[in-house]
């Protein structure tokens, strides 16, 4: 029987990495794989469907489950993680110490409904008193001035919002005209003396978050158009295993310090101190592990009001051969 032929489209990571040099095979599947920066991943996905598998935004994948069609189904393996603490700069001048000073802030947003402002407006509320709908909202693009969304956003109207397309947010909050950033990239515009990070020591406070909640919080999924998924038992269970096999490929190659698979010389150091603090399973692939983690970011999409209803971690994947992992 001939392999099913696959366009998939992943960021270039260690995580990916195996798959697209095609080390890792999909079973039953003859795959085209494409490596592209994140947004321009996320760009060119939601608007034109390139991919017929495709790393994809965790907040606009909960999104889309209800729209009536449904477009993908999620496979339970997350290419991106980030504790996005260290993702929040401040301008030096306007005395913000803390997550509750941004109250009444204009907060510039490249993109309202990505993950890492959904975990930290949740995070801010739930852990550090600031209330998601105190700051005001700034919209913009993060480099350059924005001419469009690059994908149709959705603004709740029980937050405070203004568009700035005149400039971008990294050289407004340098000039003092945004008081704070959340982005999922360092603005250029950072370190100098008018731009700082919010938390001196992130990584202790990403520390501490995670001994209180377990939680390492997930950006990316994986997502299958879902005609294809119901057109093909047993294709989301391949995905899924060629996913996670390369990310334990990618593990191993941080654990070999025979030649530095990075330019980190205390690579193996790292990875040692990061499974000491978190656990060796950090990273961890499928439903069980994750469900209470989803929970978290349902809750916190629903709070946002960018989806209308509480779904369950296992509607993510519903229509996916794995519920069980």
Request: include cysteine; hydrophobic fraction near 45%; proline fraction near 6%.
């Amino acid at each position: 029987m001939a392999a099913l032929s696959l366009k998939i489209g992943v960021s270039d990571s260690d995580r990916t990495r195996p798959i697209a040099s095609g080390e890792v095979a999909i079973e039953g599947v003859a795959a085209e794989v494409t490596l592209m920066g994140v947004q321009a991943l996320f760009n060119q996905q939601l608007t034109e469907h390139t991919f017929d598998c495709c790393e994809f935004p965790l907040s606009s994948y909960l999104r889309s489950l209800e729209r009536p069609e449904r477009p993908y189904v999620a496979v339970p393996v997350f290419p991106s993680r980030h504790f996005r603490f260290s993702s929040v700069f401040v301008n030096t001048a306007k005395g913000i110490q803390k997550p509750a000073d941004l109250a009444g802030k204009r907060i510039g947003v490249p993109v309202f409904d990505m993950a890492a402002a959904v975990w930290l407006r949740g995070i801010f509320q739930d852990h550090f008193g600031l209330s998601r709908t105190s700051p005001i909202y700034v919209a913009g693009g993060l480099e350059a001035a924005r001419t469009g969304d690059e994908h149709p956003q959705f603004y709740p109207g029980h937050f405070k919002h203004e568009q700035r397309n005149d400039k971008s947010l990294a050289v407004l909050l340098a000039e003092g005209e945004i008081d704070a950033l959340y982005t999922a990239r360092a603005p250029s515009t950072w370190p100098s003396a008018s731009v700082t990070r919010l938390f001196a020591d992130p990584m202790q406070v990403e520390l501490d978050y995670f001994s209180k909640t377990g939680i390492f919080p997930p950006m990316h999924v994986v997502a299958v158009k879902r005609k294809l998924a119901e057109a093909n038992p047993g294709l989301t269970l391949a995905i899924f295993n060629a996913f996670a096999q390369a990310q334990k490929i990618a593990r191993e190659r941080l654990f070999d310090s025979a030649a530095l698979c990075t330019m980190l010389p205390w690579q193996l150091e790292s990875l040692l101190l990061t499974e000491q603090r978190l656990g060796k399973d950090y990273w961890p692939v499928g439903l069980a592990k994750n469900r209470a983690t989803l929970q978290v970011i349902i809750r916190y999409m629903t709070e946002d009001g960018l989806i209308a209803k509480v779904a369950s971690p296992e509607e993510l994947f519903s229509g996916a051969d794995i519920l069980e992992t």
